[in-house]
């Protein structure tokens, strides 16, 4: 059985998912993800529900219950801007990908 194109769109759709939870460590309440595809330039974003926060991904911390018992250190989320760049890279691979399968496919 051959794939089709929602095969190919799904399985793009959730690696990006995939990226997206990966970066916060799968603690996030929701995530939002923008894409869009203008001609010869791609948009690939992501934002955050956590602790009932909205936060971009370079202020996940800002989000964060710092309260921590003594001893325990509180977690910290690893904002890094080579982090932020491999989600984004990742994701704007994903969505030139999906691009791709649109063309082929006639969507």
């Given at each position: 059985m051959s794939k089709v194109f929602?095969?190919?769109f799904s399985e793009?759709?959730?690696?990006?998912?995939?990226?997206?939870l990966e970066?916060?460590?799968?603690?996030?309440?929701?995530?939002y993800i923008y894409?869009?595809?203008?001609?010869?330039?791609?948009v690939f974003d992501v934002f955050f529900k956590i602790?009932?926060?909205?936060?971009f991904k370079h202020n996940l911390n800002d989000a964060v219950?710092?309260?921590?018992?003594?001893?325990?250190k509180a977690f910290i989320y690893?904002?890094?801007e080579q982090r932020q760049e491999a989600?984004?890279?990742?994701?704007?691979?994903?969505l030139e990908k999906i691009h791709e399968k649109c063309k082929k496919y006639g969507k």
């Open positions: 929602e095969d190919y793009l759709q959730a690696d990006m998912v995939a990226i997206c970066y916060v460590e799968n603690e996030a309440e929701d995530i894409c869009s595809y203008e001609p010869e330039m791609y602790n009932s926060q909205y936060v219950n710092n309260t921590s018992t003594i001893g325990e690893d904002t890094s989600v984004l890279d990742i994701g704007l691979e994903n």
